[in-house]
């Protein structure tokens, strides 16, 4: 299953069950419901730290005063399916940091209780958004890291694949 927000691509692989949301507290309460029957979860991209208190649903008009936005923190999807995660359960979170990456990412594992977390720096040109290329560092729980060098987005999924399914060999799991 995926749980997407709104984007402008799309699948046709036959498997893939989407799940179309548009906002942080949907995406919350749908990844909530179906995690438990999921044997993985790989939480490619968090929606923004912060929400607005109040939100309008139509245009609103330019006065002359300023306008204040009063900001609340979002509810951390990966913070809530890590304190309802099992034993048998993975879950992979990302990470895009600007400073203290490795400690940044590595706080994060803890307190979230992944089991590897994907650290993109913004400092890599051709890394981050509005590139087809990235370059990310895996930590795992037990702090090893590895580095890849600048690749194609697709790879960089299917080194994450493939690092999801070692632990699914290393713990004699068959399915994901």
């Known amino acids: 299953m995926l749980v997407s927000g709104p984007v402008n691509i799309t699948t046709s692989h036959p498997d893939i069950k989407i799940i179309h949301v548009i906002s942080a507290r949907e995406m919350y309460n749908e990844s909530v419901r179906i995690f438990p029957e999921c044997d993985a979860a790989i939480l490619s991209a968090a929606v923004s730290d912060y929400t607005p208190v109040v939100q309008f649903n139509k245009k609103m008009k330019r006065k002359e005063e300023k306008l204040h936005i009063e900001l609340k923190p979002t509810v ?3 913070a809530a399916l890590g304190r309802i995660k099992k034993k048998n359960q993975f879950l992979v979170g990302f990470a895009l940091e600007s400073e203290n990456e490795t ?3 590595t706080k994060k594992i803890k307190n979230k209780n992944l089991d590897f977390i994907v650290l993109n720096s913004l400092r890599d040109k051709g890394a981050g958004f509005g590139t087809d290329t990235n370059k990310v560092t895996f930590i795992d729980r037990d702090n090893n890291i590895q580095e890849f060098e600048l690749k194609q987005k697709k790879e ?9 399914m070692n632990y699914f060999d290393n713990n004699k799991m068959t399915k994901i």
């Open 156 to 164: 960089v999924a299917e080194d994450i694949v493939s690092k999801l």
């Open 76 to 78: 951390d999807i990966a």
């Open 103 to 105: 400690w940044n990412a």
